[in-house]
């Protein structure tokens, strides 16, 4: 052992099977902590909030920078021709343009599909509570979905079995209140929405 190099020492097979063995199970752990914090992060609604709602901001004024300003339309005056008699003149007032109002501090949210379907201009405020509501519906729904399913199960055996009739009674009002939390949600986000232009 004295021919051998003290750096040599600490490599044996057996300390090396134990570093590998801990770095491995140090990357799991890092792994499945990164993939809670990302899942917590999209069902909560601030993943998207934190990390996606800057790219789509910088996009959306990108493209607002991008296209050409409208350019005002010039409107035709009136021209007075000189009379030979003393008559009076009477002149046209310039016909007034109607145009849509130009809504500088609003994002713009597209919500393609189900029921809430459309594509509307929201203030700041209002843009993240849609976000937030929007998130806590399709909670809502996946509570609902969850205790329907609960409900079969259990209202199922209770028929068979005496143990099962009180699940079977905490799961109605499982889906009970579950179905009051969809509705809530939903009459939050169809106000929002009518308040979009």
């Known amino acids: 052992m004295l021919n051998e190099s003290p750096y040599k020492i600490g490599l044996r097979p057996k300390i090396l099977s134990r570093a590998r063995l801990i770095l491995g199970s140090l990357l799991l752990l890092l792994t499945v902590v990164t993939i809670a914090g990302v899942h917590q992060g999209v069902t909560s609604g601030d993943f998207d909030r934190v990390l996606l709602k800057p790219f789509r901001e910088f996009a959306a004024g990108f493209e607002k920078a991008t296209q050409p300003s409208p350019t005002p339309t010039p409107t035709p005056k009136p021209r007075t021709t000189p009379s030979p008699t003393a008559a009076p003149v009477k002149k046209s007032a310039p016909a007034v343009q109607q145009t849509q109002p130009v809504y500088s501090n609003c994002i713009r949210k597209n919500i393609r599909e189900g029921e809430f379907a459309s594509n ?6 209002d843009y993240e509570d849609l976000q937030y509501y929007l998130g806590r519906y399709e909670t809502a729904k996946l509570n609902l979905s ?3 399913g609960f409900l079969k199960i259990d209202c199922g055996a209770a028929q068979t079995f005496e143990v099962k009739k009180a699940d079977c009674e905490k799961d109605k009002q499982d889906k009970a209140a579950a179905e009051a939390e969809v509705n809530n949600y939903r009459g939050i986000i169809q106000g929002i929405i009518a308040k979009g232009k």
Request: charged share 20%; aromatic share 12%; proline share 0%.
């Open 120 to 125: 509307k201009c929201y203030s700041q405020q």
């Open 146 to 148: 969850s205790a329907e």
